[in-house]
């Protein structure tokens, strides 16, 4: 079906129909709603190659990677995101421009997208404390949307993040409801701005039961899984080592659980482990019963709404900043139990309470 098809089967003009599928702001939403519904229904493919004859635009979205965070191409939650948003912009006619750059070209990647029309928007990744690609893509003029925060930025930006804060809060205090007081925390690398506030959720939780961190077993790096082994190695070999470690990712967490095993202890039972996972396709976290316990978020639905929500933004230019805060699961798993009373050697206490794995705290 081409386009004066689908336009004659709507009663209304083609330029109306291009008009509402391209997000101009001059079609009310119930016409829009109309034309997208009966585009869905009729398997409508815009041609996007006349779209971007007709509106100058490029029907193209960029993600631009550096060199010094390659790690992302073959990270899942990475590889989850892009599928999410990938859904999105096939079902919206628009291209994905994916440049993977020399970390001293990053800034002009940007510039050029621009200047050459290359993109109508970016998603930014990965995204640092005080991020200065933020007041960059403002001044170059082009549309973007952060998926994460970033902890200092002076001007309102668009973003879609889940709440790192409270899920490594509500994480720890479940461990410290189960009666651990020795509990490591295997983070990812401290100036990306969700590591910030995963470590900020953990000795928030930590405080508020009177226990000072402790940062012989606070670990920071790149969340691989020889970084997660040789954090869990380090700390399990302490003379006080922990009884339980919080950990930023099901890859590191693998690390862990081969430094747990080669100590002679047992997942769950000597060693509770809680891990963040991003409910992942292509890394499962087990089968029917969760190997690792994890708050879970899905960053397919994060890359779906990061999306959506730039190609409206393109659509409706002007507006205030959009903002969009998910929040994570407490999924219980095989990987966490209660303190073993007789675990002295990990820093047991002798009144401390022993909850039922399951028992997760609201």
Do not use: C
């Amino acid at each position: 079906m081409n386009l004066k098809e689908l336009a004659r089967r709507l009663d209304l003009s083609p330029t109306t129909v291009s008009r509402a599928l391209n997000g101009y702001p001059e079609v009310n939403e119930a016409t829009r709603e109309r034309v997208v519904a009966a585009a869905r229904r009729y398997n409508y493919q815009p041609n996007t190659r006349a779209i971007r004859l007709a509106t100058g635009r490029a029907m193209a979205i960029g993600h631009v990677i550096p060199i010094a965070t390659r790690h992302e191409i073959v990270n899942p939650v990475f590889a989850d995101f892009i599928a999410g948003a990938g859904e999105v912009y096939s079902r919206s006619g628009y291209d994905m421009v994916l440049s993977v750059v020399p970390d001293e070209a990053e800034e002009q990647t940007y510039r050029d997208l621009k200047s050459r029309g290359t993109v109508d928007g970016v998603i930014v990744h990965a995204p640092r404390l005080d991020d200065p690609r933020l007041p960059l893509l403002r001044e170059v003029g082009l549309p973007f949307v952060v998926h994460g925060r970033s902890s200092g930025s002076a001007e309102p930006y668009s973003w879609v993040d889940v709440n790192n804060r409270r899920a490594f809060r509500r994480a720890t205090e479940f461990l410290l409801d189960l009666g651990h007081r020795r509990i490591a925390l295997v983070n990812g690398l401290e100036f990306m701005d969700f590591a910030i506030r995963r470590r900020a959720g953990y000795t928030e939780a930590l405080a508020e039961r009177g226990i000072a961190s402790d940062p012989a077993i606070m670990f920071s790096d790149e969340m691989t899984e020889s970084s997660g082994y040789r954090a869990a190695k380090a700390a399990l070999a302490l003379p006080d080592p922990p009884t339980a470690l919080l950990v930023a990712s099901i890859i590191s967490a693998m690390g862990v659980r081969r430094a747990i095993e080669e100590a002679g202890l047992k997942l769950g039972r000597d060693v509770s482990v809680i891990i963040h996972d991003d409910e992942l396709s292509y890394l499962k976290n087990g089968e029917e019963v969760p190997i690792f316990t994890a708050t879970r978020s899905s960053v397919r639905l994060a890359g779906r709404l990061a999306a959506e929500m730039l190609i409206d933004m393109m659509g409706h230019p002007g507006g205030p900043p959009r903002e969009r805060l998910l929040e994570a699961e407490l999924i219980i798993g095989q990987s966490t139990g209660p303190l073993q009373s007789n675990a002295t050697s990990h820093g047991a206490l002798p009144d401390a309470p022993a909850l039922a794995a399951g028992a997760a705290k609201p």
